[in-house]
């Protein structure tokens, strides 16, 4: 079980360009989302999904997408990066059921910089 | 709308010490629920301990626990017997528990923890 995975590790991109950051969980958890974590600023939720097919904005949604074409990956799209997207970014999976119980189980992030 | 404050944002302690890191919640709801994560600088937010609003008794998990008031709307975790190893930054969160397809955790901006030796 390797839980939720991303990918990269960090990246560096220059203002304009595209990129998207990879995440895969092996839990079939149907809920999954995206965080961006900025100093002073916790955790805000960007987008989420509670399964295949389904997504919805968070909070600071503006400047990316996502789409869930499988339970198992959710797919974070910056299509043109600005340097105010610098920034730490989590996925997070849980099951979805009926229980606001359950635990969040975070991958190790994505370090982002534009320049 | 739900709102998490934690209200240090930095606190140390001396190894083997206990500390207890505050967190207050403000909601209209009667059933949720309230977590403890943990993130060390490996940046890994790990689950420390979760507690249901409608239970009375408060959460332990080993060296963790926490001091759960509901009426005054208060969560607060002591970490007992500290050792390097838990200095991280410890986030509260708080998830509704109603049925529906979007229970988001909200947030506190968390308390940077420091052990020192």
């Known amino acids: 079980n390797a839980g939720v995975t991303q990918t990269p590790k960090f990246q560096v991109l220059k203002t304009g360009q595209s990129m998207t950051l990879q995440c895969a969980q092996d839990?079939?958890?149907?809920?999954m989302s995206w965080y961006r974590q900025d100093p002073g600023m916790g955790l805000r939720l960007i987008h989420y999904?509670?399964?295949?097919?389904?997504?919805d904005q968070g909070e600071v949604p503006n400047g990316y997408n996502v789409s869930r074409s499988t339970t198992e990956d959710f797919p974070l799209r910056l299509l043109s990066a600005a340097p105010s997207q610098t920034s730490v970014y989590f996925c997070a999976s849980r099951p979805f059921g009926t229980s606001g119980s359950y635990e969040q189980y975070f991958g190790p992030g994505t370090r982002l910089t534009v320049t | 709308a739900q709102t998490v404050t934690q209200s240090q944002p930095e606190m140390s302690v001396q190894e083997a010490e206990t500390v207890t890191l505050s967190c207050t919640y403000d909601?209209?709801?009667?059933?949720?629920?309230l977590f403890w994560y943990k993130q060390p600088p490996s940046r890994q937010m790990i689950l420390v301990i979760r507690q249901e609003a409608y239970k009375q008794q408060n959460a332990t998990e080993n060296r963790f626990s926490v001091n759960f008031q509901k009426a005054a709307k208060s969560f607060s975790l002591k970490i007992s017997d500290s050792q390097l190893g838990d200095a991280a930054m410890y986030f509260c969160?708080?998830?509704?528990?109603?049925?529906?397809?979007?229970?988001?955790?909200?947030w506190g901006l968390g308390t940077s923890l420091a052990v020192n030796p």
């Open positions: 839990m079939n958890h149907e809920y």
């Open positions: 909601t209209s709801e009667s059933d949720y629920y």
């Open positions: 999904s509670v399964g295949a097919g389904i997504t």
């Open positions: 969160a708080y998830r509704r528990d109603h049925a529906g397809n979007n229970r988001k955790l909200i």
